[in-house]
Nanobody, 121 residues
């Protein structure tokens, strides 16, 4: 089994910063991509940022220059540093790990339970 656990959400004022963390654990053979998605009320889940096992990062256009995704490969952990936060960044943020388990035939997406980020004065 694999567990994906996020932490670091909360309430922050516009212009502030937050750092999200996510750790994957369990029967993992290899993690290909880890990243962050978000879902605001009444909206579909959308990609925020991802980072591959080779270190290639991809960002949604609205967060480029404000958010930074990074990864600790030894700890199977991914981080999202969020700066210059805006009210429109308010959402539940979900961690994703695209990985192959030990004995697994093909990679599978695993998701965390989500962490709330609220940007408000």
């Amino acid at each position: 089994q694999v567990q994906v656990v996020e932490s670091g959400g909360g309430l922050v004022q516009p212009g502030g910063s937050l750092r999200l963390s996510c750790a994957a654990s369990g029967s993992i053979f290899i993690i290909y991509t880890m990243g962050w998605y978000r879902q605001a009320p009444g909206q579909q889940r959308e990609l925020v940022a991802t980072i591959t096992d080779g270190g290639t990062a991809t960002y949604q256009g609205s967060v480029k220059g404000r958010f930074t995704v990074s990864r600790d490969y030894a700890q199977n952990t991914v981080y999202l540093q969020m700066n210059s936060l805006k009210p429109e960044d308010t959402a539940v943020y979900y961690c994703n790990a695209y990985l192959k388990t030990r004995g697994g035939l093909r990679p599978v997406d695993y998701w965390g339970q989500g962490t709330q980020v609220t940007v408000s004065s």
